[in-house]
């Protein structure tokens, strides 16, 4: 990397980061909890808010972005369970970027209480960008193998909270749920750690008690 690609690298990252730091004030300032949503492709985020927009309906109200490189079908999954959602095709970027967020968010209720940024599926790049979120949440899931955070430290070191995603699989494949704790936690030891399946429902409520929890504290620190 040439001296002119690292400045120019350094000014999209602060340009970002300022964008960011906007559209957390303006969510703070609608009570609004936003969480960014990390993993690579197939770990459950969509089948996850699916899960969650039943569990949620009558006691939040929320709304969801979507980060695909194109289509919009995830989009149209949400919608399908009455929840706003608005795609955003990066039409082959790897990652969201602040600036993305910022031009949909005109359109966002401001009468919600969570907004669930569902990032494209990618453990490297969206690591990097800060979204103006509240809470930054990683996947992983059982297929992916329990080794996945030393490879991909930075999407474990970034994040608030992992999500060992489709328990409900554990029975058939080598997966050791304390060995990915282990090594995530040793990377980052504030991580909160819940094993979750959307589909049996495995600790989907305990996960959305501590969404509830952790909105009242941002929002109150804010």
């Given amino acids: 990397m040439t001296k002119k690609d690292v400045f120019v690298l350094q ?45 949620l309906r009558g ?11 194109e289509t919009e079908r995830d989009a149209e999954r949400i919608r399908a369970k009455g929840v706003p959602a608005w ?10 970027e602040a600036k993305m967020i910022g031009k949909v968010l005109p359109d966002i209720p401001t009468d ?17 960008y800060d979204l103006g979120e509240g809470l930054r949440v990683v996947l992983l899931s059982t297929p992916e193998g329990d080794d996945k955070p030393k490879k991909y430290p930075k999407a474990f070191t970034t994040a608030d909270v992992l999500l060992l995603s489709k328990s409900d699989l554990r029975p058939h494949l080598p997966f050791d749920v304390e060995k990915a704790k282990a090594e995530a ?31 009242q504290e941002i929002l109150s620190r804010a």
């Fill in 112 to 128: 919600i209480d969570f907004l669930f940024i569902e990032n494209v599926g990618n453990l490297v790049c969206p690591a990097g």
């Fill in 59 to 69: 006691k939040a109200r929320i709304a969801v972005i979507e980060g695909d490189i």
């Fill in 87 to 96: 795609q955003i095709t990066t039409g082959g970027a790897c990652h969201l």
């Fill in 11 to 55: 000014d999209i990252l602060l340009s970002n980061a300022q964008t960011a730091a906007a559209i957390r004030r303006e969510l703070e300032s609608r009570h609004i909890l936003a969480v960014n949503l990390l993993s690579s492709p197939g770990a459950g985020k969509t089948t996850l808010l699916e899960a969650m927009a039943d569990r």
């Fill in 185 to 215: 936690l040793s990377l980052n030891p504030k991580l909160r750690v819940f094993v979750i399946s959307s589909v049996a429902g495995e600790g989907l409520e305990e996960w959305i008690d501590f969404l509830f929890q952790a909105r």
